[in-house]
């Protein structure tokens, strides 16, 4: 059974770094062609993709988001992690990860995370 | 990058009624086109995968086509828990980039 689960600081203040974790069950980032993606999507609008991560450590960052963001994984301890720095209220969003075996087909939850002074 | 125009933005139909959702690429996305059913404050579900696959699990009243720039989904018979938001998402090139989605009611 394949689980993923978002996990972030809920709030933060602008200008700071938003790190999240995705912590998944199911399947290995080891796996030849798995990958893990974020995907975010602020209250009441459309969905917004943020950057891949594969089995080989191949990166793939949406180029509107210009550097500020990092993706990473961990594969023995099954997570992968996104790191967005200087962030303002415009990144406040439920950030979802998702499993990349057949495109984005297991999805977690979500978490909530608001940029606020 | 490649805009997704989707249309309409809000549908209403009947239990029973054929729905089609549209999805238009700025440019040839060559049927690399998902489509994704968003319920109310739940995580996207993947419905149909490279313009014309179902996922598995997925009811057979779902369909998709298309090619080229343009693309549709189809729900043959609407069924109450088809109540929901659909997303198109196209991962021809980077950024992969999402239709606006279509908030689907029952009328």
């Known amino acids: 059974q394949v689980t993923l689960k978002e996990s972030g600081p809920g709030i933060l203040q602008p200008s700071q770094t938003l790190s999240l974790t995705c912590t998944f069950s199911g399947f290995s980032l080891s796996t030849y062609g798995m990958g893990v993606g974020w995907i975010r999507q602020p209250s009441g609008k459309g969905l917004e993709w943020l950057a891949n991560?594969?089995?080989?450590?191949?990166?793939y960052y949406n180029p509107s988001l210009k550097n500020r963001l990092t993706i990473s994984k961990d594969t023995s301890n099954n997570q992968a992690f996104l790191k967005i720095t200087n962030v303002d209220t415009a990144d406040t969003a439920t950030y979802y990860c998702?499993?990349?075996?057949?495109?984005?087909?297991?999805w977690g939850q979500g978490v909530m995370v608001t940029v606020s002074s | 990058d490649i805009q997704m125009t989707q249309s309409p933005s809000f549908l209403s139909a009947s239990v029973g009624d054929r729905v089609t959702i549209n999805c238009k690429a700025s440019?040839?996305?060559?049927?690399?086109l998902d489509w994704y059913q968003q319920k109310h404050g739940e995580a996207p579900k993947l419905l149909i995968y490279?313009?014309?696959n179902l996922q598995t699990g997925i009811p057979s009243r779902f369909s998709g086509s298309g090619s080229g720039t343009d693309y549709t989904l189809t729900i043959s018979s609407l069924q109450p828990e088809d109540v929901a938001t659909y997303f198109c998402?196209?991962?021809?090139?980077?950024?992969?980039?999402f239709g606006s989605g279509t908030k689907l009611e029952i009328k």
């Open positions: 991560i594969w089995w080989d450590d191949d990166k």
């Open positions: 998702a499993r990349i075996e057949r495109d984005f087909d297991y």
């Open positions: 440019q040839n996305i060559n049927k690399y």
């Open positions: 490279n313009t014309n």
């Open positions: 998402l196209q991962h021809s090139s980077r950024p992969l980039t």
